[in-house]
């Protein structure tokens, strides 16, 4: 069993919005962060968004801020992905994970192999 499943992502024009999902399968106060990470066709993995789930810090990537915002619901196990303004260069597969806060926030925790199978979001006029 995957310990994430992602949901919501879509067919979206340029300047529209989306709702990720990232449900856990226990409960996300066992975490100390879990984040979402994004790849692009022919691209590597790259970090979007981290929270801290116990006190909610948020980490975003430089190409997301003031765009996306991350945030969870521990009552539901699930980590959200607001994102608005989306560009083009936003198409990719988003999945979740945990990530880390140090030495460099919002990477993906070291040694967690266990990814789901994402979400896909296309951006396109």
């Known amino acids: 069993q995957v310990p994430f499943v992602e949901s919501g992502g879509g067919l979206v024009q340029p300047g529209g919005s989306l709702r990720l999902s990232c449900t856990a399968s226990?409960?996300?106060?066992?975490?100390?962060?879990i984040g979402w990470f994004r790849q692009a066709p022919g691209k590597e993995r790259e970090g979007v968004s981290c929270?801290?789930?116990?006190?909610?810090?948020?980490f975003h990537a430089d190409s997301v801020k003031g765009r996306f915002t991350i945030s969870r619901d521990n009552a539901k196990n699930t980590v959200h992905l607001q994102m608005n303004s989306l560009e083009l260069e936003d198409t990719a597969v988003y999945y979740c994970?945990?990530?880390?806060?140090?030495?460099?926030?919002?990477?993906?925790?070291?040694?967690?192999?266990?990814w789901g199978q994402g979400t896909q979001v296309t951006v396109s006029s």
């Open positions: 994970a945990p990530c880390t806060e140090e030495p460099v926030p919002g990477e993906v925790e070291p040694g967690f192999t266990s």
């Open positions: 226990r409960s996300i106060l066992g975490y100390y962060a």
């Open positions: 929270i801290i789930i116990s006190r909610g810090s948020r």
